[in-house]
């Protein structure tokens, strides 16, 4: 059950490549994810150059020649990429008998959304208010996420780890955020939907009342905006219905074709390219990002939310990454258990854990979660991630794992 470990090519940049995957070997994994394509963050980085990183929005390698002529959107290039720092990684796993796959973030970057506001989320207000948010529904945008997925697989590596390939949440629309209002989760939820001409579209041409839909949510939204009381409670299909009526319901689970029908198109890109897609489910890590403490709802039973439908997935992708952000290891085998029934017995599941805070204190909290998500049917346990925890941290993995392996040599 041999798992991965995620690194920045910030990380290895600051480290060196041989220097990093040793330290990985030491923890008895022979695979890495690395971030081919990135999204803008401040990060925190313990053993880095400068303790803290500065992460831009694009890719680490120069973009193949041809894949993006022509399209609407082309990929930012990461400042270093003209050293091929994603090739210098490669090549250094391959002399280790190393596995390498690509990580990317497909519809999140707000240096694409502001250059071009149109291809981002329309709120039922018709504001553009997402910039982060890239709209899988629109046709350039579609594009754009097929050339990318594309240009990550024919960087050499087995497989492309995609990340944001769905709709996000309203809470994710820039890089900070201030509210003065009490939103609720369904008021956020419904703030976050995209009406867009597309969107619009295709809820349409599936029998909604798009429109409607629309025409509710402004209402509602608006009513909170100017001081009424947010809704509590989960977001669920049935509250979700008693709140907001049928037919926001129906618009809502209309998103699922659109995240349905571009996931196929980027499998279909890279598996052409020789390569295997592993889908990042966001809702896990939306659920128990901040504190390890996700609410009560399931995350294979939410990903609805996001336009995710796993059982029509499961027929077309053939892995998934399961972002377990919980600290108890129940809800993790949970969690892991339920995305097993969802997608089916035969499909990749990656289970991402997260060594330390907020969700793993100890060592023992760590290899438990380990033994939870194997016995709910984890097919690989990874971790996430290298450059943002101390080596002290990191060291616990060998132990969950099972292994007598030393710790990553320093």
């Not at 609407?72 to 210098?88: H, N, T, Y």
């Not at 990684?89 to 240096?111: K, P």
């Not at 939204?221 to 977001?235: F, I, K, R, T, Y």
């Amino acid at each position: 059950m041999d798992g991965s470990l995620y690194v920045y090519v910030e990380d290895v940049r600051d480290e060196g490549a041989g220097r990093v995957l040793d330290r990985v070997a030491g923890y008895g994994l022979r695979q890495v994810t690395v971030g081919a394509a990135g999204q803008a963050s401040r990060d925190v980085t313990p053993h880095g150059a400068s303790r803290v990183t500065l992460r831009a929005d694009g890719v680490h390698f120069p973009p193949p020649a041809g894949l993006f002529d022509g399209l609407r959107l082309v990929p930012p290039v990461q400042p270093g990429a003209a050293g091929r720092p994603l090739a210098e990684i490669v090549a250094a796993a391959g002399e280790r008998g190393m596995t390498v796959h690509g990580w990317a973030v497909f519809l999140r970057n707000v240096t694409l959304g502001r250059a071009d506001p149109e291809v981002t989320v329309r709120d039922c207000f018709g504001g553009r208010g997402h910039p982060a948010g890239l709209c899988p529904a629109h046709p350039d945008v579609r594009r754009y996420a097929v050339a990318l997925a594309r240009a990550v697989a024919r960087q050499g590596v087995a497989g492309v780890v995609a990340e944001s390939l769905h709709f996000g949440g309203f809470a994710q629309g820039y890089r900070q955020e201030r509210c003065f209002v009490p939103l609720g989760p369904m008021d956020e939820y419904l703030f976050g939907l995209c009406f867009c001409a597309w969107c619009m579209r295709r809820a349409t041409d599936l029998g909604v009342k798009a429109e409607v839909a629309r025409e509710e949510c402004t209402r509602i939204v608006g009513a909170v905006l100017d001081g009424d009381p947010p809704a509590q409670g989960e977001v669920t299909r049935a509250a979700l219905t008693a709140y907001a009526g049928p037919d926001v319901v129906a618009y809502a689970r209309a998103r699922s074709e659109t995240v349905t029908s571009l996931v196929s198109e980027v499998a279909a890109a890279v598996g052409a390219e020789g390569a295997t897609l592993t889908f990042l489910d966001g809702t896990g890590h939306h659920k128990g990002h901040a504190d390890g403490l996700p609410p009560a709802g399931l995350a294979a039973h939410d990903a609805w939310q996001l336009g995710v439908d796993l059982v029509a997935l499961g027929d077309l992708v053939p892995s998934f990454g399961v972002p377990a952000y919980a600290r108890d290891p129940a809800r993790v085998a949970d969690d892991v258990a339920a995305y097993r029934r969802s997608v089916g017995p035969d499909r990749e599941l990656r289970v991402v854990l997260r060594p330390g805070p907020p969700d793993t204190d100890s060592a023992d909290r760590l290899a438990a979660k380990v033994r939870a998500a194997r016995a709910a049917g984890g097919d690989r346990v990874d971790f996430h991630a290298y450059g943002l925890l101390p080596y002290r941290v990191l060291d616990r993995i060998p132990a969950a794992l099972g292994r007598p392996g030393r710790p990553g040599s320093a």
